[in-house]
């Protein structure tokens, strides 16, 4: 079993940033990645951005590419997602993710780009 601690979010202007966190404890060494997803009403839940434990490689949607940026800190086993030049098109609710054999989520953290 995996537990997830999300936080971050809110509410920012066009333009700005935000940081999520998201804390994972429990069977950490079976993590084999760690990312981020997120939902707008009316759509479907998509891939923002994804960490690979083995190697440390990364995934980013087209949209986000350039302005989101994904790091792990493997010391205290938790996964941030730095947003910069947010836009209102990235309004939505955020979810951790993390990969075993099975999928973990977070509870989910509101992020609106409202001015």
């Known amino acids: 079993q995996v537990q997830l601690v999300e936080s971050g979010g809110g509410l920012v202007q066009p333009g700005g940033s935000l940081r999520l966190s998201c804390a994972a404890s429990?069977?950490?060494?079976?993590?084999?990645?760690m990312g981020w997803y997120r939902q707008a009403p009316g759509k479907q839940r998509e891939l923002v951005a994804r960490?690979?434990?083995?190697?440390?490689?990364?995934d980013y949607a087209d949209s986000v590419k350039g302005r989101f940026t994904i790091s792990r800190d493997n010391a205290k086993n938790t996964v941030y997602l730095q947003m910069n030049s947010l836009k209102p098109e990235d309004t939505a609710v955020y979810y951790c993710?993390?990969?075993?054999?099975?999928?973990?989520w977070g509870q989910g953290t509101q992020v609106t780009v409202s001015s």
């Open positions: 993710n993390v990969q075993t054999w099975r999928p973990y």
């Open positions: 429990g069977d950490i060494f079976s993590i084999n990645a």
């Open positions: 960490i690979i434990s083995s190697g440390g490689s990364t």
